[in-house]
Structures are given as C-alpha cells and as structure tokens.
C-alpha cells in the first residue's frame, strides 16, 4: 500500500478536492475538464495514474463505471493536508519575525518555546513509546560526542526537540514546535552564543529526558522550561560580553551580534 506523506502535493490535494467536492461518483474525464477551468495543467494519463495510486494507498474508492468517491481515510488526509497549509500561511508572519536575528526577538522566540515545548515534553512523559524515548537516548548520545569533538551539537540538538513533540502526540504543537525551529539561521546563532558563554545543552537535555524516561510529566515541563530559561539567560550574558567588549575598544554600543 502506498504510504501518502503529510502533505499532499498540489496536483494531488486538488484533485482530492473535486472528488470530495462531487456528490455522485466522478471519473477521469470530468477530474481533467475541472482541472483545466482551475487553470491546472496536467494531462489526462496523469490524472488516470492519480487516480490509481490513491485508490491503492486508501484515499479514493472506483463506486462503478462513472468513476470513484473519497473513502474516509482520503478524507482525513485531505483535512490534514488544508490544515497544514492554513498553519504554514498563518506562519508566514512569524517567520518574517523569525528572519530577524535582533536580540528582542531571540528573546521572545524563546519566551515562545518555553511555553509550547514546555507542553511538549509533559506530554512526552505521559505519551512517549519506548521507541521514541530510545531516539532521544541516542540522540543525545551522538550530540555529546559531537561537543566531545568541539561542534555545536546543532543537528541533534533540533532533532531532539523535535522527537520530544513528536512524541508528545499531539499534531498542533508538533506543528508549532517545527515551525519555530523551521528558521536554522537563527538555530545556529543561538547554540553559537551559547557556546561561546559555556553553556550546556548535553546535561540540560538529560535532564529533560530522565524527567521523559521516569514518566513525571511535572519534572519534564519543569526540566524544559529550565532549559530554555537558562538559554535565554546565556545569551543576555553574552550580549553584555558584547558591550563591554565595545566600550573597553571606545566603539561605544555593541553592534547588536544577533542583527545580521
């Protein structure tokens, strides 16, 4: 069976719509005429291999000659795939502010996350498979011996946040979660900062997970929302680093490090 991801690609999610949209069975011919009033180029053998694969994968059923009508599983996609992309118009905004890498805004980017993961990692702990939990064990494990080899740790480190939502099972703040660490610039600028102030991701995250692995979801919310604070908390200290370097050089205001 053909396994559909997320999200459905253009083509794909309008042609589920005209079948969701038809009250009566619909076939090939009428798909491609609608198509091409919707100003959708694609030829009629490809709506036809469409047609097929999501027929195999469970999305549409053939009801007779006429043609075929949405099963309820096409109908979960198609109503996962719109809600998807109304999340992803509604964080064009946020992205924006994402983009701009002023201190204020790190700031309230992590007052965001500490909130929302800190939601995230109390729903870990009551909801995490063995499995999920053993990703994070090991993630932690190759994120140490990259610090052990003086690197940032950044990819695990994203990747860890994200298997905690994951695991939290709950789709919206997966979403939220993802979209906050959508923007890797500012991924970057952040553990960079960190680093250069001796903060610690790799014991922090123990913590996190230990609080996940004991099943105490009051610990694991604590535990993040610590691990985000005392970020937040570096990189005020490294920003003063930054002006005192500045004012001991005569160059007055630190240029803000984080605005490029």
Do not use: C
């Not at 979960?76 to 994402?98: C, M, P, Q, Y």
């Not at 909801?127 to 690197?151: K, W």
Request: aromatic share 2%; proline share 2%; glycine share 10%.
């Amino acid at each position: 069976m053909i396994s559909y991801a997320p999200a459905l690609s253009t083509i794909d999610a309008a042609i589920l719509k005209i079948i969701a949209g038809s009250r009566r069975p619909i076939g090939q011919g009428a798909i491609h005429l609608r198509l091409r009033k919707q100003g959708i180029v694609v030829s009629a053998p490809t709506v036809g291999r469409k047609l097929q694969e999501f027929e195999a994968g469970g999305l549409v059923r053939k009801v007779s000659v006429e043609g075929r009508m949405l099963t309820e599983r096409g109908g979960a996609v198609l109503t996962r795939h719109d809600a998807e992309t109304r999340l992803r118009f509604s964080g064009d905004a946020l992205l924006n502010k994402l983009r701009r890498g002023d201190r204020r805004h790190l700031l309230d980017l992590l007052g965001a996350r500490r909130v929302i993961e800190g939601e995230t990692a109390a729903l870990a702990a009551v909801h995490a498979s063995p499995g999920a939990i053993a990703r994070m064990d090991e993630l932690l494990d190759r994120q140490a011996d990259s610090v052990r080899r003086g690197e940032l740790g950044l990819s695990e480190d994203v990747a860890f946040h994200l298997e905690i939502a994951r695991a939290s099972r709950n789709e919206v703040l997966n979403s939220l979660v993802g979209l906050l660490r959508q923007h890797r610039q500012y991924d970057l600028l952040v553990t960079t900062m960190r680093a250069a102030v001796g903060g610690s991701l790799v014991v922090e995250h123990r913590a996190i997970l230990s609080a996940i692995q004991a099943r105490d979801a009051a610990a694991a919310r604590l535990a993040m929302e610590d691990h985000l604070r005392k970020l937040a908390g570096d990189l005020d200290r490294y920003w003063s680093r930054s002006r005192g370097r500045a004012a001991a050089a005569g160059r007055g205001d630190a240029e803000d490090p984080g605005a490029h």
